[in-house]
T-cell receptor, first 113, second 109 residues
């Protein structure tokens, strides 16, 4: 099993550009999450999904969009990138959302200049 | 509001014991997690406590007191590879994780 695969590892965007961060898991997990991690701050939830076709906003959803067309894939779309979106992004998954540990992807370091 | 507090940084000596504290205030409580995160890497799961008391797992132990809104992670026989950030996270009544900013642990020889 590969676990949670996240691409790309690094990316530099210009202000106003768009991109998609890819996330896939092969553990048949129902729950998937996108977090961002900024220096000196805790992980912040951007969006999450409890199953294919179902997504919901987290704490900091503005400027992002997601889709969940299959159980395996949960891409994160950045539209009109802004410097405030410079961060490290982590995708994570769990089988259920209740008291279960998260499995994280390796992260994407994104810089918007 | 919801809040988690943990020290920003701690230093300890190889072979020693260190305790990392975490205090929390959340809307409802469905457990507390500890994760380890090495620099430039993803967090990895260490422990989960939902009932009061001490859970021991090898060199690492985690304690929870729900009445005090308090947890600690105890690391024994410290090794250089234990240098990392340790993240405390609580699960609220909606099963959402609230994360602390993490404690950077520096191990000196």
């Amino acid at each position: 099993n590969a676990g949670v695969t996240q691409t790309p590892k690094f990316r530099i965007l210009k202000i106003g550009q768009s991109m998609t961060l890819q996330c896939a898991q092969d553990m048949n997990h129902n729950y998937m999450y996108w977090y961002r991690q900024d220096p000196g701050m805790g992980l912040k939830l951007i969006y999450y999904s409890v199953g294919a076709g179902i997504t919901d906003k987290g704490e900091v959803p503005n400027g992002y969009n997601v889709s969940r067309s299959t159980t395996e894939d949960f891409p994160l779309r950045l539209e009109l990138a802004a410097p405030s979106q410079t961060s490290v992004y982590f995708c994570a998954s769990s089988f259920t959302g209740e008291g279960e540990k998260l499995f994280f992807g390796s992260g994407t370091q994104l810089s918007v200049l | 509001g919801q809040n988690i507090d943990q020290p920003t940084e701690m230093t300890a000596t190889e072979g020693a014991i260190v305790q990392i504290n975490c205090t929390y205030q959340t809307s409802g409580f469905n457990g507390l997690f500890w994760y380890q995160q090495h620099a430039g890497e993803a967090p990895t799961f260490l422990s989960y406590n939902v009932l009061d008391g001490l859970e021991e797992k090898g060199r690492f132990s985690s304690f929870l007191s729900r009445s005090k809104g308090y947890s600690y992670l105890l690391l024994k026989e410290l090794q250089m590879k234990d240098s990392a950030s340790y993240l405390c996270a609580t699960m609220d009544s909606n099963y959402q994780l609230i994360w602390g900013a993490g404690t950077k642990l520096i191990i000196k020889p």
